[in-house]
């Protein structure tokens, strides 16, 4: 016989209820000792009864949900007495159970969260300790939440399936208890399983094949200053794949609510597992960048590309600061060529390469780990060189008082060209190439003849052999003929130079026999006349030049003239 009571002693533990729960309602059924005779009940409410031991030992309560969410038991704790309970659908299957407080320090509630689909469900309440006669109560809270675990996914064929980059809520039940879910990739890419952590509790987490292989394992820390989520990632092609939650050994994550998200970044660059030997090895090309992830120490990843001819190749692997990972290069009958590791030092950053002569034909790449490369996200490429400028498309304008130009057509959208001296030394360094030509504005190459060294380099290639490239003189003006030039010695009057068969704005310069400079004159016309004071009483000699726009100054002439 069940008898519904209020007592005064029960206050507080209803005020607690009321206070997690919301407002109380009293229940007064008797006979709710089967799933078939069990009492409906809304959720969010308080409930009440006794279980008497005059043939009455269980109460069974009914619920219904409307939506998928997540159900929340609670129930008070008394020192002295305890009650067990279960939460169950119509066919028995237990989601949760467990039993209250009955210990000296017994106050609050006794709670269970769990996640449930739409449907009827059943709360079995039975007398664990010394609890008959004594007055219950208890609630089932519901919050309405599609994004969370919903039992019984404790196997593969009954995963539930979740969205990707969506966070979810889930809880384990009991110390055997295990958590699936099932994802589909819709491309190739890198996944990424982000799990909450937290001091004292260990979630022991994997991402798996459908057919149970497993991708990635790892267990959760549960040292006392963890304070973030983990994340562990792994590349993986198109498909469906499980995520497995459960108990790591030491059974310390029973109902502890965990909260993950699946990442997923669509790539063809990251590798794809299972790539843990030659056959299994990654096809990828030359010139573009990889990235991976081993997922533990023995891990190792391959890779395989192709020469259709012979080549110079360089491997080259991302540095990080404490942390190294080995490569090696095999031939096809897979016969080591070499090997490296990448540079590990708190200053370790950029690249580490080694350069190889290949011959035609297939090779594999493995990536080891060589120091703490756990789950660390490492970059790849396999590169060639860029073949080598034409020096004929490289033009080059040696001008006269303004900057020299040196144009290099023929070239690729965001190729990079570099100018070296006759020394070898570099002098400047194009932006990535727009079009099909770059110009560089130099501002001296050299009034005489010389070269320049040119080389080009492709987007995901090695930089190219270096190209001679020979350019001309800075232009100077023709020299003027002697038969064109006139001086007159004249006397008690200035004397005239005058010089024919020029061009318009020529500068003509005279000079002493001893080569100073003595005057200038611009001509307008075809011919100059410079006016001299005094070249000498006697015979003697002149030089004369010519200096044209755009061009230097030329050769001297030297011209005679009489005595006055």
């Given amino acids: ?77 008394y020192s002295g007495y305890s009650w067990g309970f279960e939460i169950l659908d119509a066919n028995g299957y237990v989601f949760t159970d467990g039993a209250t407080d009955n210990s000296s ?18 709360v079995h309440i039975m007398d664990d300790w010394n609890s008959y006669n004594e007055i219950y109560y208890f609630s089932v809270n519901f919050a309405e939440n599609a994004n969370m675990e919903y039992e019984f996914n404790d196997s593969s064929s009954t995963a539930n399936k979740i969205k990707l980059n969506t966070p979810y809520l889930g809880e384990i039940q009991k110390y055997d208890d295990e958590d699936y879910y099932r994802l589909t990739l819709p491309e190739s890419g890198a996944v990424t399983l982000n799990m909450s952590q937290k001091t004292g509790i260990q979630w022991n987490t994997s991402i798996l094949t459908l057919e149970g292989e497993v991708l990635s394992e790892f ?23 499980l995520i497995h939650i459960r108990n790591d050994w030491h059974y310390n994550s029973t109902y502890q609510p965990y909260t993950f998200i699946v990442k997923f970044a669509k790539s063809t660059t990251y590798e ?18 990889y990235y991976g992830n081993l997922q533990d120490f023995s891990d190792t990843d391959y890779f395989t590309f192709s020469l259709s001819k012979p080549s110079s190749v360089s491997l080259e692997m991302g540095r990080k600061p404490s942390v190294s990972w080995d490569m090696s290069l095999y031939n096809s009958n897979g016969d ?14 950029g690249i580490e390469s080694m350069r190889y002569s290949l011959p035609a034909g297939r090779y594999y790449i493995s990536v080891d780990d060589y120091r703490n490369t756990g789950n660390n996200k490492y970059q790849l490429a396999v590169k060639v060189q860029t073949p080598s400028i034409s020096s004929k498309s490289v033009q080059i304008t040696n001008y006269v008082g303004k900057s020299d130009s040196v144009k290099v057509s023929a070239l690729a959208k965001g190729d990079v060209v570099k100018l070296f001296d006759s020394k070898g030394k570099i002098f400047a360094t194009s932006k990535p190439a727009s079009g099909s030509s770059t110009t560089f504005s130099i501002k001296q190459l050299g009034k005489n003849a010389g070269f320049i060294y040119v080389s080009n380099t492709k987007s995901g290639m090695l930089e190219s052999s270096r190209v001679k490239v020979s350019f001309k003189a800075e232009p100077k003006t023709p020299k003027p003929s002697a038969s064109n030039i006139t ?78």
């Avoid at 320090?105 to 059943?122: D, E, H, I, N, S």
């Avoid at 794809?272 to 960048?289: R, Y």
């Avoid at 002149?542 to 726009?549: D, F, L, S």
Wanted: proline share 3%.
């Fill in 336 to 349: 080591e060529l070499g090997s490296f590791n990448t540079k590990d030092d708190q200053f370790a950053k």
């Fill in 219 to 241: 267990t959760t820390d549960d040292s006392s200053n963890v304070t973030k989520p983990t994340e562990r990632t792994v590349g993986l092609p198109k498909g469906e794949y």
């Fill in 1 to 77: 016989m069940k008898k519904y009571l209020m007592a005064a002693s029960a206050f507080l533990g209803v005020l607690c209820l009321i206070l997690v729960s919301g407002a109380l309602k009293v229940s007064a059924n008797v006979g709710q000792d089967s799933l078939q005779a069990a009492k409906p009940i809304n959720v969010n409410a308080v409930n009440q009864a006794i279980i008497n031991e005059n043939g009455d030992y269980e109460d069974y309560w009914k619920f219904t949900l409307t939506k998928p969410g997540q159900v929340t038991f609670n129930m008070n704790n």
């Fill in 272 to 289: 794809k597992e299972f790539n843990d030997n030659a056959h299994q090895a990654n096809s990828i090309g030359v010139g573009k960048n």
């Fill in 105 to 122: 320090k017994a106050m609050g509630v006794t709670a269970r969260k769990v996640g449930l689909p739409a449907g009827t469900y059943y």
């Fill in 487 to 564: 001086i007159k010695n004249n006397k008690g009057k200035s004397d005239t130079v005058i010089v024919k068969g020029l061009k318009k704005s020529d500068v003509v310069k005279l000079y002493s026999s001893s080569g100073k400079y003595l005057s200038s004159k611009t001509s307008n016309s075809s011919s100059a006349t410079i006016t001299v004071k005094q070249l000498g009483k006697g015979s003697g000699s002149a030089y004369v030049t010519v200096t044209r726009p755009g061009m230097n100054e030329s050769d001297k002439v030297k011209k005679t003239f009489k005595a006055e």
